[in-house]
T-cell receptor, first 114, second 118 residues
């Protein structure tokens, strides 16, 4: 079975500072990895995904993530955050073969301070 | 283009009452469908998923059930709600396992239903 751990429940950061949101996964088979963003009382929107190939993936809103197979990590980064990035961020994993089933972490609440 | 509709947006129900939440997808056929529940501090918990009409897999034994009476319709139900059923319920769809669509491998979410059991 797959599992996802998001180590930080809350991350405060000042506007225009860089941020990294951490995600570690566990799986005995190949996986796809995702980061989603959720604004209050809304659904989830895909930020980026890793399927295969280049380990550095770029997404929307200036976010990027790096897949590290040896460390089983998929950390999300942004070099300069804006107030509008304040939201909850979820890391998710699914098996690369078989039935798609998306397993999510507990989320990290990013709060950007002025 | 594909769209997902989920309703109602908010719902307040008394303990012991029944529940029916509906989700429909437009613009695609034979999608995988999912129900998730989000409780404060607990992330998204996968409740049910379906790969076809009448095919439901339950991930967490609980007071809820799901049905898929039509290809693009997914319903979450309960006969008697408990206080612990309160939460934010999210429906999602995915393309399913098709190598032709290998680039479209993510799940697409509805706007959610905020359920409060009182």
């Amino acid at each position: 079975a797959q599992s996802v751990t998001q180590l930080d429940s809350q991350v405060p950061v000042f506007e225009e500072a860089p941020v990294e949101l951490r995600c570690n996964y566990s799986s005995s088979v190949s996986v796809y990895l995702f980061w989603y963003v959720q604004y209050p009382n809304q659904g989830l929107q895909l930020l980026l995904k890793y399927l295969s190939g280049s380990t550095l993936v770029k997404g929307i809103n200036g976010f990027e993530a790096e897949f590290n197979k040896s460390q089983t990590s998929f950390h999300l980064r942004k070099p300069s955050v804006h107030i509008s990035d304040t939201a909850e961020y979820f890391c998710a994993v699914s098996k690369a073969s078989g039935t798609y089933k998306y397993i999510f972490g507990t989320g990290t609440r990013l709060k950007v301070l002025a | 283009s594909q769209t997902i509709h989920q309703w109602p947006a908010t719902l307040v129900q008394p303990v012991g009452s029944p529940l029916s939440l509906e989700c429909t997808v437009e613009g695609t056929s034979n999608p995988n469908l999912y129900w998730y529940r989000q409780a404060a501090g607990r992330g998204l918990q996968l409740l049910f998923y379906s790969v076809g009409i009448g095919q439901i897999s339950s991930e967490v034994p609980q007071n809820l059930s799901a049905s898929r009476p039509q290809d693009r319709q997914f319903i979450l139900s309960s006969k008697k709600l408990l206080l612990s059923d309160s939460g934010f319920y999210l429906c999602a769809w995915g393309w399913g396992r098709n190598p032709v669509w290998a680039m479209n491998t993510e799940a697409f979410f509805g706007q959610g239903t905020r359920l409060t059991v009182v």
